[in-house]
């Protein structure tokens, strides 16, 4: 069980909204110098090897919003620095191969969001022995030498979605549910603290959950098929609402929910990213609610943190906010601050903060539903 103390907020500047993304969309490891022609600097730490391992691409956020924000921020700060970039797309032991990989190819500093938060300890461990330091990257890494962790409050995380359906439970007439419950992968200890701080707000609410999955992979296809199970087992009637752990799991339980001839609209459902498609069904009616996390100032303070760790510097100053116990120690942490999202404050949190635009979440099909809910 991790135990956090969060010292105070972050306050991470957001720079330019425009992303300079490098790359392409390959699933192999890829090599980016950050920017290239950048003078005659030839000191010690004006160049250097970070390797950016991310786990999976089926949920939107890794390749449209970590990468880019990481990518563009190590340009603007170490324009000679290159990039050994790679996604584990969900297998674990693909990713401890591809931290080898970088290892090899001579990585300095090695950020990693691990698929798997136990397993990841080897590839520290490794790294270690090298003297390459370690950012845990917005999972944490279990029971090994870590150096950061930056991520968002999680178990608050899962207590904004539990207290979000609560209310909305409360305002349908439907304070107890009965719910169905969809949880992120058992290998990722964020899941592990969204469903601890959802679960919670449930128990105190008397919030009945009636069928309850721990989902592989996040796997959206596989939340989908879970919901069609509970749909069967529970009746289509009966369930009131439904928790979904991020949005790509929404999205399977709604398309379930939609298949079995439900009405999504008139039965909650939560998310977590703030993906694009989960914005526009929430404009829509289709999803309740959705969490906020400003995922370019997390990139940001990974790519920030990653410089100064190559330069042998101290972390900007005011950033490490907190720390967290890995079962190995407290280790310094950057912990951001999630925010629920319903119809009612996507203009004030998403749009205002440049995460999507106007034009982005009102594409012809939403037209009338962004009109309808002041937006546009
Ligand atoms: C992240 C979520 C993401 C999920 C699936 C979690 O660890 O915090 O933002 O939706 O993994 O990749």
């Known amino acids: 069980m991790t135990k956090r103390s969060i010292l105070s907020l972050v306050a991470v500047a957001a720079t330019a909204l425009a992303l300079g993304a490098c790359g392409s969309d390959d699933d192999g490891a ?33 390749e449209s919003q970590d990468r880019p924000g990481f990518e563009s921020k190590v340009a603007e700060l170490c324009p000679d620095c290159e990039i050994i970039y790679s996604n584990a797309d969900q297998d674990a032991s693909k990713q401890q191969s ?18 798997d938060s136990a397993s990841a300890a080897a590839v520290v461990n490794r790294a270690s022995q090298s003297d390459i330091p370690v ?27 539990g207290t979000s359906l609560s209310d909305k439970l409360e305002e349908d007439g439907n304070p107890t549910g009965p719910i169905v419950k969809i949880n992120g992968a058992p290998t990722d200890n964020n899941a ?20 309850e999955y721990d989902t592989p992979d996040w796997s959206p296809d596989k939340a989908q098929q879970e919901m069609e199970q509970a749909i069967t087992a529970v009746g289509k009637d009966t369930i009131k609402g439904v928790y979904a ?17 439900m009405d999504p609209k008139q039965i909650p459902v939560t998310g977590q990213d703030a993906e694009l498609a989960a914005i526009q069904r929430i404009i829509a009616g289709e999803q309740y609610m959705t969490v906020y996390k400003a995922i370019k100032p997390e990139a940001e303070a990974a790519a ?21 116990d890995n079962g190995q120690g407290a280790v310094p942490s950057v912990l951001l601050e999630p925010v629920a999202v319903t119809e009612d404050n996507v203009q004030d949190t998403i749009i205002a903060d440049g995460f999507w635009t106007p ?15 002041g937006i546009g």
């Open 304 to 324: 920030e943190l990653a410089i100064a760790l190559l330069r042998g510097e101290d972390p900007p100053e005011g950033m490490v906010n907190g720390e967290t």
């Open 192 to 211: 592990k603290l969204f469903k601890q701080g959802s679960n919670d707000v449930f128990s105190e609410r008397g919030v009945e959950i009636s069928k």
């Open 30 to 62: 890829t090599s980016t110098s950050a920017a290239t022609g950048g003078g005659a600097s030839t000191q010690a730490g004006e160049s250097g090897k970070i390797a950016l391992l991310l786990p999976e691409s089926k949920t939107a956020r890794y």
């Open 98 to 115: 591809q931290a080898e990989a970088a290892i090899t190819e001579g990585a300095q500093v090695m950020v990693l969001d691990p698929v």
């Open 359 to 373: 034009q982005q979440i009102c594409t012809k099909a939403y037209q009338k539903a962004c009109e309808d809910a």
């Open 135 to 161: 950012i845990s990257y917005d999972r944490l890494i279990l029971d090994a030498p870590v150096d950061y962790y930056i991520s968002f409050d999680n178990v608050k995380v899962g207590e904004l979605q």
């Open 245 to 261: 752990a991020n949005d790509g799991t929404a999205g399977g339980a709604i398309a379930a929910m939609k298949s079995a001839g």
